[in-house]
């Protein structure tokens, strides 16, 4: 087991772990980078009407996807640098250990389940 600390907090991450974490963070900063590419090109304009209420909704659709996208990419490559600095794995607010199915469903995640449903409570 490699374990990292962090303030006294210690994460029970293998680098087998560490090393799948990282393959699927660069995946989806992979996977994002493309979406954000195919989404900057705009939809080819179309005559009045119906056509043209239709591009723009789906110029509108694309530019709320591109957000998102932009999103999760800032969160995955947050979550590569605090891997490279040694803090990952470990919560923003509590500094205990995030657990590792967590990060399995949600590698970029900043905070523990209970610290989130906190956050998400209060907002």
């Known amino acids: 087991m490699n374990r990292q600390t962090h303030d006294g907090s210690t994460t029970a991450l293998s680098a087998e772990d560490l090393a799948a ?3 699927n963070l660069n ?3 992979l996977f994002r980078r493309e979406q954000l590419r195919r989404l900057a090109s705009p939809p080819a304009p179309r005559a009045g ?4 209420r239709q591009t723009a909704a789906r110029a509108e659709v694309g530019a709320k996807l591109a957000a998102s996208a932009r999103m999760v990419l800032t969160d995955v490559e947050a979550a590569l640098k605090r891997m490279d600095e040694g803090s990952y794995g470990i919560c923003r607010l509590c500094r205990r250990t995030i657990d590792l199915e967590r990060l399995k469903i949600v ?3 900043r905070y523990c389940a209970r610290c989130q449903q906190a956050k998400e409570f209060a907002s």
């Open 21 to 23: 974490l990282r393959e």
């Open 27 to 29: 995946e989806q900063r």
């Open 49 to 52: 009407g119906v056509a043209a």
């Open 107 to 109: 590698p970029q995640a």
